[in-house]
């Protein structure tokens, strides 16, 4: 069964630390994709990367970054979490090109920022 | 700008057959999508229209008119299973040759007995 996992279905951390969610998937996928999840505001993009080493900011990327130096692993990073970071954070994969290239997302990662 | 719109809440009966709306005015168009999402869980795909018409896929169907920017998903014979949220999401042609997709807020469905 293909698969996007992420690491760490549940986090709390404090003001100001680094926080490091990975994503992992097993489908040799080229895209993949970080969203946040928020009551009224829906899924909203972070951030993507279409390839190796390559990305690109989304709708929301103030206060993050990201990593793909693998194809298969896709990792978001706060620098220095703040309290509006307290989200459930998605990550999708998809292959290459256009037409139906459906989004396989993971589990989340429910974010609580103190 | 990019705007997706679809109703917060929709309440049905089981066994009935419920109609979720969405508009979208987007800078480009390359399809559209509708997942299904559960409470705590992720999106899975239900559905894909990139051409006017109607997509049947067992008692889900899409619909996609691309003049009004206008879809509907439609869910037939209801079960008390179908209570999810469901979003409607569109693919522009922005990020490079491929688009990204753009999201609705969703809409939480419940059914009811």
Same mark, same amino acid.
């Given at each position: 069964?293909?698969?996007?996992?992420?690491? #760490?279905?549940?986090?709390?951390?404090?003001? %100001?630390?680094?926080?490091?969610?990975?994503?992992?998937?097993?489908?040799?996928?080229? =895209?993949?994709?970080?969203?946040?999840?928020?009551? %009224?505001? /829906?899924?909203?993009? +972070?951030?993507?990367?279409?390839?190796?080493?390559?990305?690109?900011? %989304?709708? +929301?990327?103030? /206060?993050?970054?990201?990593?793909?130096?693998?194809?298969?692993?896709?990792?978001?990073?706060?620098? #220095?979490?703040?309290? =509006?970071?307290?989200?459930?954070?998605?990550?999708?994969? #998809?292959?290459?090109?256009? /037409?139906? =290239?459906?989004?396989?997302?993971?589990?989340? #990662?429910?974010?609580?920022?103190? | 700008?990019?705007?997706i719109d679809q109703p917060t809440e929709?309440?049905?009966?089981?066994?009935?057959?419920?109609?979720?709306?969405?508009?979208? !005015?987007?800078?480009?168009?390359?399809?559209?999508?509708?997942?299904? !999402?559960?409470?705590?869980?992720?999106?899975?795909?239900?559905?894909?229209?990139?051409? $006017?018409?109607?997509?049947?896929?067992?008692?889900?169907?899409?619909?996609?008119?691309?003049? *009004?920017?206008?879809?509907?998903?439609?869910? *037939?014979?209801?079960?008390? *299973? $179908?209570?999810?949220?469901?979003?409607?999401?569109?693919? $522009?042609?922005?990020?490079?040759? !491929?688009?990204?997709?753009?999201?609705?807020?969703?809409? *939480?469905?419940?059914?009811?007995?």
């Open positions: 069964d293909v698969k996007v996992t992420q690491s #760490s279905r549940y986090l709390v951390k404090r003001t %100001g630390e680094k926080v490091f969610l990975e994503c992992v998937q097993d489908m040799d996928h080229e =895209n993949m994709f970080w969203y946040r999840q928020d009551p %009224g505001l /829906g899924l909203r993009l +972070i951030y993507f990367s279409y390839d190796v080493k390559m990305k690109e900011k %989304g709708d +929301i990327p103030e /206060g993050y970054s990201v990593s793909r130096e693998k194809k298969e692993r896709f990792s978001l990073i706060l620098e #220095s979490a703040s309290t =509006n970071q307290t989200s459930m954070y998605l990550c999708a994969s #998809s292959p290459a090109g256009s /037409g139906a =290239n459906v989004l396989t997302f993971g589990a989340g #990662s429910r974010l609580t920022v103190l | 700008g990019q705007n929709m309440t049905a009966t089981e066994g009935a057959i419920v109609q979720i709306n969405c508009t979208y !005015q987007t800078s480009g168009f390359n399809g559209l999508f509708w997942y299904q !999402q559960h409470a705590g869980e992720a999106p899975t795909f239900l559905s894909y229209n990139v051409l $006017d018409g109607l997509e049947e896929k067992g008692r889900f169907s899409s619909f996609l008119s691309r003049s *009004k920017g206008y879809s509907y998903l439609l869910l *037939k014979e209801l079960q008390m *299973k $179908d209570s999810a949220s469901y979003l409607c999401a569109v693919r $522009d042609y922005g990020g490079g040759s !491929q688009g990204n997709l753009i999201f609705g807020k969703g809409t *939480k469905l419940s059914v009811k007995p």
